[in-house]
């Protein structure tokens, strides 16, 4: 959490306004004849792409709300009313978030009862009333008409104008809040910014997402879990109409260029095809729709792309032939298989993969007048080749002009998710509505080693001068390096009306469960100064460090586990954030809104830790006491808000914005 202080001057920038893990959009208004405000009075909005129709009456003061309505449009708002000619505003969008305003002026004619059309425009983009912070909306034909280099994200949310990437505002982007239809899209264990980040995968296809929403100062209450910038998204559901897509993006190392004036980079094989497609429709006309998506990658690229080994009369060039020899490699390699049964893979002219599978399924019910119900599914299996960590080593573990590593001591890291959210929209009355969101996120994340068969201790060589001539072996932090989420997510939001006050108060709440793995160089890891030492100790591991004449591993390192029946040690661990707020929209005039409430998020952990009774008994600086069987202690953190939103003049030309909060 940090201090958002904002007071704009606002003349372009966009529409709507920011709720939690918001995935609808609300409309509202007042209805007067005159200045009498008429009470009773039924508006109805029609969804027209699958004729999802929201009614409502006017309050006793003319007012009227309908929340939680679908995304996008166009829409048809209907006012009806005994004794007072019909109203129709047509042509309405609605973006993720916004706050439609539809006010209507109403006459009598008792001669003449016919419908009056008013022609509906797409409001301003700043000039909302219920807008106070800083945010930006990124519409479907947006991402349809805008350039994409990677179709994720990150190629959209850019157009916010404090991003550097998926930082806002200076804050790392692990600091984020994601979601897709309110589902929590984020690596809860801080592993990465965003879901399938290890693999370099998007966790969703951009042609299943409808909108996109970037909240960096947001003083609702409802915004929270994030000191960076909350990104909600929404996908795309089905209509009336039977709708598909398909595509296939591919590339080669022929699509490109090598060559700028007399500089020439080296041609080296690239292989990328992305295929997908989507297709959405009714299954009940006006009643019942679906939503599909599919998506695959598939990229080959060099794991060596610059540099080969030295061939029988070649010698480093220091631009692309290695100091490392091939015969002397391949004797290396005929000795590992011939003395341990261990392949170390290739030293040059390997390729590394990037694959993904990505889908998403939506479901939307329109059960009736009062209820709308959707449920979302969202699905990726990924994975991406890395070359073993250089930590620890002497120089690098990477191809370069000293030496050539084999490629089984990379490790193949796995980001697979399943991710499903239900969310239940209920108009109870024209004075109060309910919006309810339970999902469930199962995150497997873990890594596997490229040399497969026996698993074998991870060893650098050294050329004689203190570089790396060649590795091999298990890469240090593989051997059961995983993390297993478990996720569950209950949001319960009901908002009541009463005159010029919108009250809300709801809760959000994440129950997590961890296993974890991760215990570097369990295999083992040696170093040798040379070839010959290795050699020596390889036929003989039993001569003693102390023998003369005798060249032994430089560094040595072993890894056992010290649970009691010797089992891998992995941690479990429990945690949830409970959350609870309420909040009061005060429409003071019809140019000025006044936002005030407070947030409340209690963060706790399971009491299930191992106590170490060695590091127990120890002190450390001025005495003090460390325990890492104790969970950190339950602090809750409040955090109150005020916004407010004028429009100077009361012609949506000129407005000021602002707040302060926590």
């Known amino acids: 959490m940090k201090t958002r202080l904002l007071f704009m001057l606002v003349f372009s920038c966009c529409f709507s306004f920011a709720f939690a893990q ?68 047509e042509n309405v969008f609605l973006s993720l978030g916004q706050v439609y305003n539809a006010d ?15 022609a509906g425009t797409r409001q301003d983009k700043v ?26 994200l990150q190629d959209y949310t850019k157009l916010t104008p404090s991003s550097n990437g998926l930082s806002f505002g ?68 089905g209509t009336n109409k039977f709708k598909g897509s398909i595509y296939n993006f591919f590339r080669s190392e022929n699509s490109q260029g090598y060559k700028v004036n007399s500089a020439e980079a080296v041609k080296s094989n690239i292989d990328y ?82 694959e993904s599978k990505k889908a998403t399924v939506r479901l939307d019910w329109n059960i009736n007048d009062k209820n709308t119900f959707t449920i979302k599914y969202n699905y990726l299996k990924s994975l991406r080749d890395i070359a073993a960590s250089n930590s620890g080593a002497q120089g690098t573990r990477q191809p370069s002009v000293t030496g050539l590593p084999f490629s089984g001591n990379g490790y193949t890291i796995n980001n697979n ?12 009355s024209n004075k109060a509505n309910n919006k309810l969101q339970i999902g469930y996120t199962e995150l497997r994340d873990f890594r596997e080693p490229l040399a497969k068969g026996n698993p074998f201790p991870l060893v650098d060589i050294m050329n004689g001068n203190n570089q790396t001539y060649t590795s091999f072996g298990y890469e240090p932090f ?19 009306y009463k005159g010029s006050h919108e009250i809300t108060v709801g809760t959000q709440n994440y129950i997590k469960k961890f296993e974890n793995g991760f215990a570097p160089n369990y295999q083992g890891y040696f170093r040798f100064n040379t070839l010959s030492d290795f050699y020596a100790a390889a036929n003989n591991p039993y001569i003693s460090a102390t023998q003369p004449g005798t060249q032994t591993a430089t560094i040595r ?67 003090q006491k460390i325990d890492v069987g104790q969970a950190p202690p339950t602090k809750p953190l409040f955090s109150p808000r005020l916004g407010f939103n004028w429009d100077v003049a009361n012609d949506k030309k000129t407005q000021i914005r602002g707040g302060i909060g926590l």
């Open 22 to 89: 918001e995935t609808t959009s609300e409309i509202q208004g007042i209805v007067k004849n005159g200045s009498t405000a008429v009470a009773g009075a039924t508006i109805e909005a029609v969804h027209q792409p699958t004729g999802t129709k929201y009614t409502v009456t006017t309050r006793n003061d003319g007012r009227y709300n309908l929340s939680n309505v679908r995304i996008g449009g166009p829409y048809l708002i209907k006012i009806t009313n005994v004794g007072f000619k019909d109203q129709l505003k």
């Open 557 to 623: 390192r072993l890894g056992f586990a010290s649970t009691k029946d010797g089992s891998f040690p992995f941690a479990k661990i429990g945690a949830a954030e409970i959350g609870f707020f309420a909040q009061d929209k005060w429409r003071v005039k019809p140019n000025f809104t006044l936002t005030y409430g407070v947030r409340i998020d209690v963060p706790t952990f399971e009491d299930k830790f191992d106590t170490n009774d060695s590091l127990k008994a120890l002190s450390f600086r001025e005495g």
């Open 273 to 354: 095809n992305q295929f997908g497609a989507s297709i959405g429709g009714p299954i009940i006309k006006n009643k019942v729709f679906f939503f599909g998506s599919y998506e695959q990658e598939k990229i080959m690229l060099p794991g060596s792309p610059t540099w080969r080994a030295a061939k029988a009369g070649e010698s480093s060039d220091g631009v692309s032939i290695s100091q490392a020899r091939a015969d002397t490699l391949d004797v290396l390699k005929s000795f590992l298989i011939s003395k341990f049964g261990y392949d170390p893979g290739s030293y040059d002219n390997y390729d590394y993969r990037t």
């Open 170 to 237: 200076g804050v790392s982007g692990s600091y984020n809040n994601l979601t897709v239809d309110g589902a929590n899209f984020n690596n809860a264990f801080g592993l990465s910014g965003t879901l399938g980040g290890q693999t370099s995968s998007q966790p969703i296809s951009i042609d299943a997402i409808e909108q996109i929403q970037v909240n960096v100062s947001p003083y609702d209450v409802r915004q929270g879990s994030f000191s960076g910038a909350g990104i909600n998204s929404v996908t795309r559901s």
């Open 478 to 496: 593989t051997f059961n390096n995983k993390l297993s989420s478990d996720i569950i997510q209950i949001s319960d939001i009901f908002t009541m």
């Open 127 to 152: 000039i909302n009333n219920s807008r106070t912070g800083s945010q930006e909306v990124i519409t479907r034909s947006q991402i349809e008409r805008l350039p994409t280099i990677s179709r994720s």
């Open 104 to 118: 209507f002026e109403v006459t009598t004619d008792a001669k003449d009862l016919a419908t009056v059309v008013v």
């Open 417 to 428: 998710f399943n991710i499903f959210i239900a969310e239940l929209n209920t108009r109870f």
